[in-house]
Nanobody, 120 residues
């Protein structure tokens, strides 16, 4: 069993910043790619940013100049630093991780989601 616990969401004014955290817990052997997705009301879930175990990143063009993804392998945690937030960034943000556990081969796991609201 793996649990991804997200934190850091909330309400912020346009132009402000938030840092999301996602910590993995359970019988984890290894964690490969970790990523952040978001889903706005009435929209499909979309990839925001991903990071490999070695630290290589990819970030969606829509947020590339404003968001930064990072990870702390010792803490089994991935972060999303969000700066210069815009109202269109409002969404539920979901952590995703490709994890090998004691009992299962690599598969994807999802966090519970954390709400990010950006006011005008």
């Amino acid at each position: 069993q793996v649990q991804l616990v997200e934190s850091g969401g909330g309400l912020v004014q346009a132009g402000g910043s938030l840092r999301l955290s996602c910590a993995a817990a359970g019988s984890i052997r290894s964690i490969n790619t970790m990523a952040w997705y978001r889903q706005a009301p009435g929209k499909l879930r979309e990839l925001v940013a991903g990071i490999t175990s070695g630290g290589s990143t990819n970030v969606a063009d829509s947020v590339k100049d404003r968001f930064t993804i990072s990870r702390d392998n010792a803490k089994k945690t991935v972060y999303l630093q969000m700066n210069s937030l815009k109202p269109e960034d409002k969404a539920v943000y979901y952590c995703n991780a490709e994890i090998v556990t004691r009992d299962l081969p690599r598969r994807g796991y999802w966090g519970q989601g954390t709400q990010v609201t950006v006011s005008s």
